[in-house]
């Protein structure tokens, strides 16, 4: 009875330690991904400081220049349709640096939201790479191309906020004025901040249809629940569209809101093919 005992005691040790293993096992997978992922924003980060004459100059500095695309289509479109006061004429206020190290801080911080932003769908493929092994065959072959489209949502969606929420909500903030006795002396800090959370905040707001993809293949959302809860959708969506524009412009947070509204459409209509998917092949199943 003893021996049993011991048989049976050795046994689930070396359950235990393969177990271990088989985490610390993962511990290392994901550590060689963090730190490829690592190098390829240190390169782009690199790449990004070879270039930042044109990067300050036309990216960062853009929204900050009449010239810029988006400004320049507006008077197009006021010339076109008529519209008094829709030519972005001025934009007043005055980029100023407060801190000793604030310029430097500035190259570093940039370079590395370039970088973040560049790397991006290489950082996709290392989540990836991470997450194929688990899944199956067929959850695989549903899968394919998800690097491919979340980074197209996010380069539609970060180019949407470059080019239309940033200047919108640029030319609405720096055009306010309470009184004349007030100068707008806008710190880099705050500037750049502004650029790169609208920016890249859009970016990730455009993956919608890729999260709710993967819910829906995990069974925790269907479109019956999306149709649903679309009225409580519409007001998580308008709360969502007022933090990432720090404006009041009603404008503003229309056009910010209206593609987020025709994302959570597609999102039901990728819902609903996922599960039309997944009732086709329980059907096949039980009729075999």
Known sequence: MSSRKLLNAIKEKG????????????????????????????????????????????????????????????CKMGDVLHLDGFCVERIPFNIINTELAGQFMLQINSCLLMAVALGFPYLLFEVWLFIKPALTDIERKSANGFVFYATLLFVIGALFG????????????????????????????????????????????FLLPILIFI??????????????SRRYAIVIILIIAAIITPTADVITLLTVSAPMFMLYELSIMVSARVKKQRDLKEKEFYNT
């Open 162 to 205: 470059y080019y239309i929420v940033v200047p919108l909500s640029v030319n609405f903030l720096a055009n306010v004025s309470l009184s004349d006795e007030i100068t707008n002396q806008i710190t880099i800090d705050s500037y750049l901040s502004t650029i790169a959370t609208l920016t890249l905040g859009c970016g990730i707001i």
């Open 15 to 74: 359950k235990s330690i393969e177990a271990e293993m088989s985490f610390f096992e993962h511990l290392e997978v994901l550590r060689w991904h963090i730190i490829r992922a690592v190098i390829a924003v240190t390169v782009f980060a690199i790449l990004s400081f070879s270039f930042y004459d044109f990067i300050f100059n036309q990216i960062i500095m853009g929204p900050k220049s009449l010239d810029f695309w988006t400004y320049r289509m507006m």
């Open 215 to 228: 819910l829906s293949k995990l069974g925790l959302m269907t479109p019956q629940f999306m149709r649903a």
